[in-house]
């Protein structure tokens, strides 16, 4: 099970960091990343952090603005997300999966709730 918090409201330009702990399973095995779904639009890939933590993935529209890290100690992933632009504004949700970089969403092992992001112009 995951469980995703720390979104809330904030301005652009501001920021906001996400956690996600996992429970009931050991996690430390698997990828774990954020995707986020925008009203109208599909869930997009946002970051990815391999098990060990040695490698991470970002998407274009995130890099140098986000950073994803984990501590397998904590079962927990976090998203710090500066400098927030209004096109952030999302559902964000966390992921494990073996795998997780390049498998569909549909196929993505576990899933958390989501947590919204909302950033005012």
């Known amino acids: 099970q995951l469980q995703a918090s720390g979104g809330g409201l904030v301005q652009a330009g501001g920021s906001l960091r996400l956690s996600c702990a996992a429970s009931g399973g050991t996690f430390s095995s698997y990828a774990m990343g954020w995707f986020r779904q925008a009203p109208g639009n599909k869930r997009e890939f946002v970051a990815a952090?391999?098990?060990?933590?040695?490698?991470?993935y970002y998407a274009e529209s995130v890099k140098g603005r986000f950073t994803i890290s984990r501590d397998n100690a904590k079962n927990t992933v976090y998203l710090q997300m500066n400098s927030l632009q209004p096109e952030d504004t999302a559902v964000y949700y966390c992921?494990?999966?073996?795998?997780?970089?390049?498998?569909?969403?549909?196929?993505?092992?576990?899933w958390g709730q989501g947590t919204q992001v909302t950033v005012s112009s």
């Open positions: 952090i391999s098990w060990s933590g040695g490698s991470t």
């Open positions: 992921a494990a999966d073996p795998a997780l970089v390049g498998t569909p969403t549909s196929l993505i092992d576990y």
